[in-house]
C-alpha cells in the first residue's frame, strides 16, 4: 500500500512538472532558462557543452545542452542524476536504451556507461546534479560500442 501511495505521488509530481515551461531558480538561473542559453550558447562546432550554475557541500549543478550525441563514457567519482528541460533523445546506460524528453529524469550511478544522443533539430538542454561536487575533470571515455 504504502509503495503503491509513493509511485503513485511521483507520477503525479513528475507529470505536473511536464505540462509547465521549466523554470530553475538556482544560482545563475534565476533569470530563467532562455536567458542563460542565451548568455552560454553552444556553439557551432561544439556538441556538448556544460556550465555549472549552482553548489552545495553534496552536490553541484550544470545546465548541460548537446547537440548531436556524447561518446560513450562513465564517470568514476560522480553519481548523476538527469532532468531533462527541453528537447529529446536517447539515453544509452549500459545495455539499456531509453527515450527521454522534456519532462524527464534519469539517475546515472558512477562508473556505468553511458551517453545522450539528441533526437532534434534544436540543442537539448538538462539539468544535471554531480553527486558530490564536480570538482575535478571525472569523464573516462568507455569507446565505441
Keep these: ?35 542563460f542559453v542565451a548568455a552560454h550558447p553552444l556553439a557551432a562546432e561544439q556538441a556538448i557543452r556544460a556550465d555549472e550554475v549552482g553548489r ?21 567519482a560522480h553519481d548523476l542524476t538527469v532532468f531533462v528541460l527541453r528537447g529529446q533523445g536517447m539515453l544509452t546506460l549500459e545495455e539499456t536504451r531509453q527515450a527521454l524528453a522534456a519532462g524527464d529524469a534519469a539517475v546515472i550511478p558512477r562508473g556505468a556507461v553511458h551517453w545522450f544522443a ?3 533539430r534544436e540543442p537539448a538542454l538538462a539539468l544535471v546534479v554531480f553527486a ?8 573516462v571515455p568507455a569507446g565505441p560500442r
Design 56 to 76: 552545495t557541500a553534496s552536490a553541484s549543478y550544470h545546465v548541460v545542452q548537446v547537440r548531436g550525441s556524447e561518446s560513450p563514457h562513465r564517470h568514476v
Design 118 to 120: 539528441n533526437g532534434g
Design 132 to 139: 558530490p561536487p564536480l570538482d575535478a575533470p571525472d569523464t
Design 1 to 35: 500500500m504504502v509503495r503503491t501511495w509513493r509511485a503513485a505521488m511521483l507520477a503525479a509530481l513528475l507529470a505536473g512538472c511536464a505540462t509547465r515551461p521549466p523554470h530553475v531558480p538556482f544560482g545563475a538561473l534565476t533569470d530563467g532558462v532562455d536567458a
